[in-house]
Structures are given as structure tokens and as C-alpha cells.
């Protein structure tokens, strides 16, 4: 988690401050800022979120060289001691830190009797960079970097030679050049704002950044050559009635339009048809949200595909013992690219001969350069924390990958092909109509926050949907919430459910509505209040309608409401819907 930023250009202590607002999303629980003057570093940092660090800071003068920190914490409670930047003993240089120091404890050790003013990793950093220090900053960098273990990207200011350094391990780092400046940042839409050029920072890397460009070393101190590209501007973020969550939401429509265009515009499925034939599974894999959507795309996949298709929570499948080989399709999804237990499951299996695909919302990013092809959902930014529009889009080309390798294989005829296709083109217009329903849901949602728990269930294909769906809730309302599969009521979870507790039951499939049905009635004469989520009606509970659509994608559109429906009891709770507690966006540590 964490954001970073760093920076040689005028304006730096404004210009940081400005990207760390846009880094906020990877973690809010304080900040600060290291400017460098002429014989000293001055730090400022302050528990709390952004706005609290202006605060803070005030008018203090401006400076050439900064670099930036807005924290996730890992390692240290939240006060402003355990914020970054921290100075070395002797306030030769300063550090800001995103990742985690596996061995700091060692290294700690190793430092007997040094005075260390926080409880976290990351200052073990700026000590050692004081050890090493022989009157070379760059040398002292590189022996620091020798003695870490981890994930980490860290971002270090020198007094000695007014230059900016950097240590890169499995964290994301760009390195980003303008004619104004040179940059350091953690993220490449962020970069964007300043940098006409980027480059990505491969692992086990230090950089040194001056006015006269980036210089980039292996940790013995052997130069290495790094492609720098012209990256794809971000758009400025505008809020829908002050939250960016529901902007994210109304947006879905558009985007998945674009999800389908950018799919078949990148070239579809890029396999051999001898290739497709001869897989033995494909994993979808991801972490939250994302394994969400290939835990439904799988669930309607199986309805035409003739080999294993297996969704596998990405911190699983690292040290679980998945069978990969030279017939293994694995699909990485991660909406920001970075997600860490998503790319050391990349990792493996290009390490076992396997296929190795990201479907992510990012052309650059780690998991991108980790596999062998990128498919783009075309989502765009998503700044909120709680993931909405990028899983309807994951979803989208989930089903169009794994609909082209059906009909590769000969499981999906070419009418089925085309029905599914005109049930996209159809698709945008059913999620503008449960859009225009947002007053209902937010009438529902009134009568639902004061829910001590709330269940979602489903069968098939409508399991993930709930899910999602609970997933949502308690990620930005902080109510109780789980999802079961409809069936599984029966065989324990039927002892939780009273007066005080709400169902949202997700009923997509015609042929399983009477069962539906049934499990609605369990419930509602134990005296929960139901909610159907369904193009049906069923008694005993209050209808939250979806259109009808091609069966195999109701679940793009049945996750809709439910993210409303999140949001609008996230409201009414006086939550921050943005920046849900404890929550980072990108999820950047193992």
C-alpha cells in the first residue's frame, strides 16, 4: 500500500503535496513531506489523512527537491511518530517507505544501541543509510540496499549531493522525466500528471535522479539500461455529489461499451486454435473483487467450456500446490496491476511453463511486465476503495476470453457466440435502467441500516454476485456481512438469521426460481427482511428489479444494485465511502 512521491523541479514541496492527494487511495492514515534546503532536510508529517498535512505545513517556503508519504499502516500504530518521512540520526538523508522490511528485526539488532524515535520497518532504513555513509551517497545506498529483504520501494533524499536515490524490490516505482523536472512516484496515472516520459523500475534496482536524468543500477552497482515510454495522461477525477464511488458507478454503462471495444480492438483471446486445444485448465486468478469476478466468470464458463476452469484466491495459489504446466491457462486479475499476491502467483507460474494472462486496467504496471499478454479492461481510474465499475469490465472480458476459447475448443457454436454479443450491445442500456432506480434503492437502504447482519445468497452463477455484494457492504458500511450459497442455509447459517438481520437474495436463473423461492421463505419466517435482486417477484420479499438479459451475462448487471445498494447504507451511516477504514486501494504487500 502506501503512496510515494519525490521530486527535482521548482515547487516540489507543492507539487508533492498536490500527488500525494492523488495518492491518497493507497493509504490514509497519515502523511508527510521531506523538503531538502541548503545544508538540511526539513520533515513535516502528521497522523491523519491529506488535508491534515496542509493543515500542518502551512506557508512553509518552497524548495527544488521533495519527496512525499501518505501511509498505509503496516508495522506501528497511527501517530504521527510512525509517519514518514524519517531523517537518519545525523539528518543526512531522509526516507519514505512502501512495502514491508522482512528482516528489520535483525537489521535492528545489528544496530545495537541506536536510538530509533517509531515503531515501524521503514526507519531501520535511514539508519543504515547513516552506517554506510563514506562520504558516497550513492555507494551508501547500494550497501543499504544489499542488506534488505522484502517488498519495498523507497525513496531517499541526500544533503550530501542534492540528488534523489531509490531502492526497488516487488513495489512498484516509477521514474518519470519532463522538461519542469525529474519524479519518483508509486503509481504511473499519478506520474502522468507531471512526467511526458516514464520509466518502470524492474526489481532489485537502486536509481539515482538528478537534473541531468535517471541513472539506474543493479544492487552490485552495474549500470543498467531502462526504456522509458510516454505514458497516458490521467484525467482529472470529478466527484458525483462528493464521492467518487458513485461517479465510479454511473459510470459503468459507458465503460462497458468500451470493455468490449478495447477486447476485440487488442486483438481478442491471442491464442493458437492448436494452443486452445490442447489446455488442461484454466485459473482465473485474483485477490477481493477481482477473484470475485473470475469466481462468476468460471461459474458461467462451465456452462460451455469442457475443461477445468478454476477461480483461486491469489494468496492461495502461491503456496498451495496447484498443478501448473506447459497445458495451464492462468487469467491474473487485478484492476490496479500491483495487487503483490497476485503477481508472485504470475510468478509461479512462469516459473512451472504455464500461459500467463493479466486482465487488468493498466497497460503499465507489474503484473503487466510478469505476463505474457495484457488485456485492457478500459475501465478507467478508479479513485475510490471499494472497486465498482472495473469489475462489471473485468467481467466483460472474462466472457469474451473465455467464450473465444470455447469456440476455439468447438463447446460454443457460432449462434451462441452471437447471442452473447448482442447481449453485451444490449447490456449498457439494462444498467442505465437500474441506474434510474437509484431513489428506490436509496429508500431501501434506509430501511436496512440499522441491520445488525446482512446475508446475501445465490445459486450458480448468483453466488459470486452475492459475494460482491457483501463484500461491498462491509467494506464501506462496516455492517456484518457474509454470502452463502442459497443450498448451504439450511446447514448452519439458518441459527443467525432473526428481526434483526436483512437477506438480499440474487435469483437470476429461470429455471432455479422456484428454489429460490424456497430458500426466501426460510428466511422470511424467521423474520428476516428479504430482498430479491431478480427480473422475478417473490413473496415475502421487497424486489430490487434487473432486466432481463442474456442469462449468461446477468451477473454485470446484478451487481449493480448491490453496489448501490452499498453505497446508500455507507451513506446513511455517515461512512466514508471513499476511504473506508483500515482499507488501501492497491494492495501492494503480501
Not at 457492504?473 to 462496516?478: N, P, V
Not at 437477506?503 to 437470476?508: C, F, G, K, R
Request: aromatic share 8%.
Amino acid at each position: 500500500m502506501c503512496g510515494i512521491f519525490g521530486m527535482i523541479g521548482d515547487g516540489a514541496v507543492g507539487n508533492t503535496l498536490r500527488a500525494l492527494g492523488y495518492l491518497e487511495y493507497r493509504g490514509y492514515d497519515s502523511a508527510g513531506i521531506a523538503a531538502l534546503r541548503k545544508d538540511r532536510i526539513d520533515v513535516y508529517k502528521t497522523a491523519g489523512r491529506i488535508a491534515a498535512l496542509k493543515k500542518f505545513i502551512g506557508d512553509v517556503p518552497e524548495t527544488d527537491i521533495a519527496i512525499g508519504h501518505t501511509r498505509w499502516a503496516t508495522h506501528g500504530e497511527v501517530c504521527a511518530a510512525n509517519a514518514h518521512p524519517f531523517l537518519s540520526p545525523q539528518g543526512r538523508f531522509a526516507i519514505v517507505h512502501n512495502g514491508i522490511i522482512e528482516n528489520y528485526r535483525d537489521l535492528r539488532r545489528e544496530l545495537n544501541g541506536a536510538l530509533f524515535t517509531s515503531d515501524t520497518d521503514s526507519e531501520i532504513v535511514a539508519h543504515l543509510l547513516e552506517k554506510e555513509y563514506r562520504g558516497n551517497a550513492l555507494e551508501a545506498v547500494l550497501a543499504t540496499a544489499r542488506k534488505l529483504r522484502g517488498s519495498f520501494a523507497i525513496a531517499i533524499v541526500s544533503v550530501s549531493d542534492r540528488v534523489l536515490y531509490a531502492i526497488k524490490n516487488k513495489s512498484p516505482l516509477i521514474v518519470g522525466m519532463s522538461e519542469e523536472g525529474a519524479y519518483l512516484c508509486s503509481d504511473i496515472r499519478c506520474a502522468s500528471h507531471w512526467a511526458s516520459s516514464v520509466a518502470v523500475t524492474p526489481d532489485d534496482t537502486v536509481v539515482e535522479l538528478s537534473d541531468n536524468g535517471a541513472r539506474f543500477f543493479r544492487l552490485d552497482g552495474t549500470p543498467i539500461e531502462v526504456a522509458f515510454f510516454a505514458p497516458d495522461k490521467a484525467e482529472e477525477a470529478e466527484r458525483v455529489d462528493g464521492d467518487f464511488m458513485l461517479k465510479e458507478i454511473t459510470e459503468i454503462p459507458s465503460k462497458l461499451r468500451l470493455a468490449e471495444q478495447g477486447y476485440f480492438s487488442s486483438g481478442g483471446l491471442g491464442l493458437t486454435r492448436d494452443i486452445a486445444r490442447r489446455l488442461s485448465r484454466v485459473y482465473l486468478i485474483g485477490c477481493g473483487t477481482a477473484y470475485h469476478s473470475g469466481l462468476e466468470a468460471a461459474a458461467v464458463a462451465r456452462q460451455w467450456l469442457d475443461i477445468d476452469v478454476l477461480p483461486v484466491i491469489a494468496s492461495e495459489f502461491i503456496y498451495d500446490n496447484y498443478t501448473v504446466d506447459g497445458d495451464t491457462l492462468a487469467i491474473f486479475i487485478s484492476q490496479s496491476g500491483e495487487t503483490a499476491d497476485t503477481v508472485r502467483a504470475c510468478e509461479r507460474v512462469r516459473r512451472s511453463g504455464g500461459i500467463a494472462y493479466a486482465v487488468t486496467n493498466t497497460d503499465s504496471s507489474s503484473l503487466t511486465f510478469a505476463c505474457q499478454r495484457t488485456l485492457n479492461i478500459r475501465a478507467g481510474a478508479e479513485y475510490a476503495v471499494a472497486s465498482t465499475k472495473a469489475y462489471n469490465c473485468q467481467l466483460v472480458t472474462l466472457t469474451l476470453m473465455l467464450l473465444d476459447l470455447g469456440r476455439m475448443r468447438g463447446t460454443v457454436s457460432d449462434a451462441t457466440y452471437d447471442e452473447v454479443l448482442r447481449g453485451l450491445e444490449e447490456l449498457p442500456r439494462a444498467v442505465e435502467k437500474i441506474l434510474e432506480d437509484g431513489y428506490g434503492i436509496a429508500q431501501l437502504a434506509e430501511q436496512l441500516k440499522n441491520s445488525t447482519a446482512i446475508f446475501y445468497i445465490g445459486r450458480t452463477a448468483d453466488y459470486p454476485t452475492a459475494c460482491e455484494g457483501s463484500l461491498k457492504l462491509k467494506e464501506i458500511s462496516y455492517i456484518h456481512s457474509e454470502a452463502y450459497p442459497a443450498g448451504e442455509l439450511k446447514h448452519g447459517t439458518l441459527a443467525l438469521i432473526d428481526n434483526t438481520v436483512a437477506v438480499v437474495a440474487i435469483a437470476t436463473s429461470r429455471e432455479l426460481r422456484d428454489k429460490m423461492a424456497s430458500s426466501v421463505t426460510e428466511v422470511a419466517t424467521r423474520g428476516a427482511k428479504v430482498i430479491a435482486v431478480s427480473p422475478y417477484t417473490f413473496e415475502n420479499a421487497v424486489r430490487l428489479a434487473i432486466p432481463e438479459t442474456h442469462p449468461y451475462l446477468y451477473g454485470i448487471a446484478a451487481a449493480v444494485p448491490l453496489q448501490l445498494l452499498a453505497y446508500y447504507i455507507a451513506k446513511r451511516l455517515g461512512r466514508d465511502v471513499d476511504k473506508p477504514r483500515n482499507l488501501a486501494k492497491s494492495v501492494t504487500v503480501e
